[in-house]
């Protein structure tokens, strides 16, 4: 978008959204954003209610069309699509009010995105994303967002979803280790099993969320480990038990030697277990750092 014209657009108060601008322009909702293939282009965007004499509003467009203003308009249900050229000699602004005399001419009107409501319109936006409502579906949305961040959050069962996510996702890690090996993409998928179990017991994202799933990360990591070293054990010792091994288990705790010689195989498994889960927990703390701080605001245009 030329300089001139998010000058423009900030001058009568258009909020930036993500990669949209929205605002009012005497009293009629619009929606400006790039056209990402194109440099000099700008998608128009606005809800049309239905109305009788529509057909002059798209005369009105063929006009623009041939006067090389536009290089296109289509309509999806109730949204008109502009494909608008960026001028020297025009301003957006100005290109907008020229659109709104022609909708005042036939008396046409916005409408709400979610009803049939042409009265009491506002843009609605959590910080990433945005819609034109009316008043009472705006006020719905904002008594659903409420209640949702209310929402009784169980975490208990969201950690044993996530711990058996964990173990099945360690069953990679067990059968490359077991062949002697280290692969990231094994820490990968004891991550991702564990934040999809945790998503699917419908544990909230947040940050007390994040903790939990990196306990049943370690504590995946620290079973898988456990269960190669038994394989290890198996391949000497060809009649050892499962039960016998645990058995065991504090007695070789306990020999220095022996641990000693296990350091190599955990700092090579702490780096791959941190190689392989470090980007999933950081994206999904991201996730719900931004969770916790999102709320609806009714756009004040
Ligand atoms: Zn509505």
Redesign the pocket.
């Given at each position: 978008m030329k300089d001139k014209n998010v000058k423009n657009l900030e001058e009568n108060s258009f909020k930036n959204i993500w990669i949209d601008w929205i605002g009012k322009v005497q009293g009629f909702y619009f929606d400006v954003q790039d056209k990402q293939d194109s440099e000099d282009e700008l998608i128009i965007s606005f809800n049309f209610a239905q109305n009788s004499q529509r057909s002059r509003l798209f005369e009105y467009f063929d006009s623009l069309q041939q006067n090389d203003k536009i290089s296109e308009y289509s309509l999806n249900q109730n949204v008109i699509s502009i494909i608008y050229k960026e001028k020297e000699e025009e301003n957006v602004i100005e290109f907008l009010k020229g659109i709104v005399t022609k909708i005042i001419e036939i008396d046409g009107k916005c409408i709400?995105n979610?009803?049939d409501?042409t009265e009491n319109l506002a843009y609605y936006t959590n910080g990433n994303k945005f819609s034109l409502?009316?008043n009472?579906?705006g006020e719905d949305l904002e008594r659903r967002f409420e209640l949702d961040q209310q929402k009784e959050n169980n975490y208990i069962k969201g950690f044993f979803a996530s711990l058996i996510g964990a173990l099945i996702g360690s069953i990679l890690w067990i059968i490359i280790g077991s062949l002697g090996f280290f692969a990231s993409i094994a820490g990968l998928a004891i991550s991702f099993c564990a934040f999809k179990g945790y998503d699917i017991a419908k544990g909230k994202l947040t940050r007390t969320g994040i903790i939990l799933n990196v306990i049943t990360i370690i504590i995946a990591f620290l079973f898988a480990q456990y269960a190669v070293l038994y394989i290890e054990f198996m391949k000497e010792f060809k009649d050892m038990t499962l039960l016998g091994f645990i058995f065991i288990t504090p007695i070789f705790l306990k020999d220095l030697e022996f641990m000693q010689s296990l350091l190599p195989n955990i700092g090579l498994g702490i780096l791959f277990i941190f190689l392989g889960s470090h980007r999933t927990i950081s994206n999904n703390y991201k996730a719900a750092k931004n969770a916790e701080n999102l709320h609806i605001e009714k756009l004040d245009l």
């Open positions: 709400c979610n009803c409501c409502l009316c009472k579906c």
